[in-house]
């Protein structure tokens, strides 16, 4: 073991989301640093993974043990979902207990599995993203000596409202050393106990984008993304289908992949409402790739629908090579904290179509004020390069 100690970084998956992307960059940055680094799955198996940004030398485990579960925990289960079903139906927190009967019932073996492996570390320190992991390491952690610093990556007022919610939070996350938010306002919402624990740390810039590009631009509208209904692509398909009226030569590239079926569900939603609006002809769908910055870098503009994001690290990505940005001012206030509306991109309401098409035509039609929105937001590379973000961590840890 190198002279500083191991970090653990424990997420659900790796499937290429963009939590993910920054865990394996921070982890990277660990490394380089002289850390002994881990990353390990709580929710698949060690070779289920996509879209991989860890550096290879990087082990990847699991503690992952599938669906299968004793008649004993089966029944458990059911009993903690009976148990909180009542309070759900109402619109009522769901008291502690009841939920983590229902989350132990269901990740005990994992649970039991992560216990053991830092019982055999204490020197360890464990970084922890995104449910169910974060819960996980917390109870598994139970008076044991290592330091954990946890990070929720998504809109925790959505969070706080499910059963592993407000009350389960407030019980349990204050078992960790430190928190990490990502902005302001998703600090603000979480209990006190907590939130006095939780400092702000942006998502870092990957240091190996391409170069800033600034110059004459191809008519396409882009938005890469892991595809999910927290995008809303017919939002989008609806703005280009209005800006196509008057800008024809135009293409719109959506980027990406689904995951579940859900996922799937919602992008034929998008292709369907593309068809009902007649322009499926103007709209290519396709996969993600590895080289996306450099697919899209001469693109005339990065549009994202997002209902609700953590801090969208595409939209960071697509600043940093120079692209004009339209983005959705959406909880929890990522790209707010970020975009100076109108000086390097452009915020619009969620939901709001309309919103979305007239920041497409202004950008279209304005080549001096897009080629400002892109000289001014390629400086977001410098204010939130991975070296510094990773200090902060570092710090924390």
Avoid at 75 to 89: D, H, N, Q, R, T
Avoid at 176 to 205: E, H, L, M, R, W
Avoid at 362 to 371: P, Q, V
């Amino acid at each position: 073991m190198s002279g500083k100690k191991k970090i653990l970084m424990v997420m659900p998956v790796m499937k290429g989301g963009g939590a993910e992307r920054v865990a394996s960059l921070l982890l990277n940055e660990f490394a380089r640093n002289g850390y002994t680094c881990e990353f390990l799955l709580t929710s698949s198996e060690k070779n289920d993974v996509i879209n991989r940004d860890l550096n290879s030398d990087i082990p990847i485990t699991s503690v992952y043990a599938g669906k299968k579960n004793s008649l004993f925990f089966r029944v458990l289960e059911i009993i903690a979902s009976l148990l909180c079903k009542p309070f759900e139906m109402l619109g009522i927190n769901v008291p502690a207990p009841f939920a983590f009967l229902s989350f132990y019932a269901q990740y005990h073996t994992e649970i039991k599995a992560l216990r053991e492996k830092l019982k055999n570390e204490p020197d360890t320190k464990i970084v922890s993203f995104l449910q169910p992991s974060v819960p996980m390491t917390l109870i598994a952690a139970k008076g044991l000596p290592n330091r954990i610093v946890i990070s929720e990556r998504g809109d925790p007022k959505r969070l706080l409202k499910k059963r592993y919610g407000y009350n389960f939070v407030k019980k349990y996350y204050q078992r960790a050393d430190a928190v990490v938010f990502q902005t302001n306002d998703a600090k603000a919402a979480y209990p006190d106990n907590v939130s006095s624990k939780g400092t702000v740390i942006f998502n870092p810039i990957n240091d190996k984008l391409p170069e800033a590009y600034h110059g004459e631009r191809e008519k396409n509208i882009t938005t890469f993304c892991r595809i999910s209904r927290q995008k809303n692509l017919p939002v989008l398909v609806q703005a280009f289908a209005d800006f196509h009226k008057e800008f024809s030569d135009y293409r719109l590239k959506i980027i990406g992949e689904p995951q579940n079926d859900d996922d799937r569900a919602h992008l034929a939603e998008a292709k369907e409402l593309a068809e009902k609006l007649l322009i499926t002809d103007f709209i290519d769908f396709m996969p993600f790739s590895s080289e996306v910055h450099n697919l899209i870098i001469h693109d005339a503009m990065y549009v994202n629908s997002s209902d609700y994001e953590g801090m969208s690290n595409a939209m960071l990505e697509a600043m940093a090579i120079g692209m004009p940005v339209v983005c959705t001012d959406c909880p929890i206030g990522g790209a707010n904290a970020v975009i100076n509306n109108n000086e390097n991109g452009i915020l619009t309401q969620v939901g709001n179509a309309e919103e979305m098409y007239q920041a497409m035509k202004k950008i279209a039609s304005d080549n001096d004020f897009a080629d400002k929105l892109s000289k001014n937001a390629a400086e977001i590379r410098n204010n939130l390069s991975l070296e510094n973000t990773a200090k902060k961590w570092m710090e924390l840890l």
